[in-house]
């Protein structure tokens, strides 16, 4: 895990860090859970945008997760590219929130403006 990737969102999630009960530990990339997780976060996304942003997931960069009383906090980096351009897409960063019962939460989603992976 690249941490300078993620550290915007980082910062926009430091109240919740301090919570947790142990730090910030890197993903699996390969996790077929966390990768179902960054589709998830473009799928939502993609119902607050137009028809003409819609994005489509194609891997997973890196990411980072901490545990909390309530669920996991994820921090993900990920390839994405919009579905009606040719263009070989951008990095994207997703914050979601996976409470242990299951329920999902997007609370922050950017285009990366570091370089693509």
Do not use: C
Not at 27 to 56: A, H, M, R, Y
Not at 74 to 84: D, K, Q
Not at 105 to 117: M, T, V
Request: glycine letters at 8%; aromatic letters at 12%; proline letters at 3%.
């Amino acid at each position: 895990m690249r941490p300078h990737y993620l550290l915007a969102l980082f910062a926009l999630l430091v109240p919740l860090v301090s919570a947790a009960k142990g730090s910030w530990k890197p993903v699996n990339i390969s996790d077929p859970s966390v990768v179902e997780l960054g589709k998830w976060s473009v799928s939502e996304f993609n119902k607050d945008v137009t028809l003409t942003k819609q994005l489509v997931f194609e891997k997973l960069v890196s990411g980072g997760s901490a545990v909390f009383k309530a669920g996991k906090l994820y921090a993900l980096l990920f390839a994405a590219r919009n579905e009606s351009l040719a263009d070989s897409g951008d990095n994207y960063l997703a914050g979601a929130w996976v409470q242990w019962s299951g329920k999902k939460r997007l609370i922050a989603f950017y285009k990366h403006k570091g370089r693509k992976n």
